[in-house]
């Protein structure tokens, strides 16, 4: 089990996006994560009218280091750090280590 999942709201914990948040789109080898409008960068695109790609420079989200970024915690409204636990029946679940609170039942 990992500690943040595709689909996760994430905090930028380091670099020049420091403070955004958005959602986690994609984990890429267990050490980036592909975040929803976080680290974009400029990608000068060539078109191609037999696939119907338009040319000219687009924004292409870029992979982020999976240690600059931290689940966001709706209680305390900030980044947190989790941790693993077994329920009572056995089931293995994520929880916030700040508020012991439980992330997914």
Not at 31 to 43: D, M, Q, W
Not at 64 to 69: A, D, E, L, R, T
Not at 73 to 96: C, H, I, M, Q, S
Request: charged share 35%; net charge positive.
């Amino acid at each position: 089990m990992q500690k943040l999942k595709q689909g996760d709201e994430v905090v930028v914990l380091i670099g020049k996006d420091k403070g955004k948040q958005g959602k986690i789109v994609k984990i890429i080898d267990d050490k980036k994560v592909l975040v929803e409008g976080i680290n974009r960068a400029k990608k000068h695109q060539k078109g191609n009218p037999n696939a119907g790609i338009q040319g000219g420079i687009i924004d292409k989200d870029m992979p982020i280091s999976i240690s600059n970024v931290g689940l966001y915690n709706p209680e305390t409204k900030k980044a947190d750090r989790v941790g693993f636990r077994f329920l009572d029946d056995g089931k293995k679940v994520r929880y916030f280590k700040s508020t012991n609170e439980v992330v997914d039942v």
